[in-house]
């Protein structure tokens, strides 16, 4: 997975690009076919705000955080994305296991034709 992070107003040094590669680590083993992540971290008026987007199984899905601290700010970030993409995960599945048309209707009516009501 590709992580395309870029800042606004901030320095992005090496320790927090290794903070970010361990923090969205996880979201590549759970979900394979997550291609790239795009993070914008900006600070302004002395709060850290981290947008992250991405595109998983047709839909664009994005989360974003604010927090006076940089590290808990892409924390809750990561939270928040990995709950989105579970959810997406989960309506997918959800379609795949729709239920079956009901027939009872037709059946019932069948039955009822052949039953001796005298």
Do not use: W
């Amino acid at each position: 997975m590709k992580i395309n992070l870029s800042g606004h107003h901030v320095d992005l040094s090496d320790t927090v690009k290794e903070h970010v590669n361990e923090k969205f680590s996880k979201l590549a083993s759970h979900f394979p076919t997550l291609i790239s992540l795009d993070i914008i971290i900006s600070k302004e008026h002395g709060e850290f705000d981290v947008e992250i987007s991405t595109h998983y199984e047709g839909t664009r899905i994005s989360a974003s955080a604010e927090n006076s601290v940089m590290y808990p700010a892409i924390s809750k970030a990561a939270k928040k994305l990995d709950a989105a993409l579970k959810h997406r995960k989960g309506q997918l599945k959800g379609d795949l296991h729709k239920k079956p048309e009901c027939t009872t209707a037709d059946i019932a009516h069948e039955i009822i034709q052949e039953m001796d009501l005298r």
